[in-house]
């Protein structure tokens, strides 16, 4: 393949344009606030899986204090109706008062006891309810830093597209300097190898970083300027300047 000599050198403009290309493409691929974003959402996820685990059991321990009180009220009321037919002195048979006498203090007993387990299940539910607190304020506070990693994140994106564009907008320019065959294997070696175009700079291809023996220095300079020469090496196409020590 042939090309004027100052199409070729513009193959670097272009492999240059590109590579910046590349690298802003990777810089927005890998932005730091990506991974923290990953990150702050996995936590998100953990905290609010806990805390709606921590909220059925506080109000589970609320239906069961509710019904523990109930269950008071119900002992503490039976108590007192008993209390009011033994004051009354509606009941005057020893033997009936000797029993009801014995079911008012055994009621109280039991009272005490549902007392007890009421006082139980409300230290149970404070200790729940404070656990609810503490996890939607952890869950809150990592939303919080989620929110503002999105903002920064949407702010680099923004900065990096912007740049991107503009590399394209210049690419665009630089390749319409250069003829379509040429053109098109450049596009072709660049899906290859990433890099399609190097300048041979010293007797050295500047894509593989590999030094040209003397015989293929020589053959290179005896080959027209507008021969479109590959490296042997790496197989990208070698552009001659006034640095190529030819």
């Known amino acids: 393949m042939k090309a004027a000599p100052e199409a070729q050198k513009r193959l670097l403009d272009l492999a240059e344009l590109d590579s910046t290309a590349d690298r802003l493409a990777h810089r927005r691929r890998t932005l730091p606030e990506l991974a923290e974003i990953d990150e702050q959402t996995k936590r998100f996820a953990k905290l609010a899986t806990e805390a709606i685990e921590a909220e059925t059991a506080a109000g589970d321990l609320a239906r069961e204090q509710a019904k523990a009180e109930a269950d008071v009220d119900t002992v503490r009321t039976r108590a007192e109706r008993d209390q009011k037919r033994l004051d009354s002195g509606a009941v005057t ?3 009936d008062l000797a029993s009801l006498q014995s079911e008012i ?6 009272q005490g006891d549902l007392e007890e387990v009421v006082l139980e299940i409300m230290e149970r539910r404070e200790a729940a309810d404070a656990k609810v607190v503490d996890l939607v304020a ?4 990592v939303s919080a830093t989620r929110a503002a ?13 912007k740049e991107a564009a503009g590399v394209k907008d210049r690419r665009t320019g630089v390749a319409g300097d250069i003829p379509a065959d040429l053109l098109t294997l450049y596009t072709k070696l660049r899906d290859q190898y990433g890099v399609a ?3 041979l700079y010293r007797g050295q291809c500047q894509g593989c970083k590999v030094s040209l023996s003397i015989a ?3 053959r290179i300079k005896a080959a027209p ?5 590959r490296c042997e090496e790496c197989r990208r196409i070698l552009v001659r300047t006034a640095e190529s020590g030819l």
């Open 93 to 95: 048979s020893p033997k």
């Open 105 to 110: 203090t055994s009621l109280h007993r039991r």
């Open 138 to 141: 952890q869950r809150d506070a």
């Open 149 to 161: 990693a999105e903002d920064r994140r949407d702010a680099a994106v923004a900065e990096i597209d």
């Open 197 to 199: 175009a190097a300048m």
């Open 216 to 218: 293929e220095m020589n």
């Open 225 to 229: 300027h507008d021969d479109v020469i």
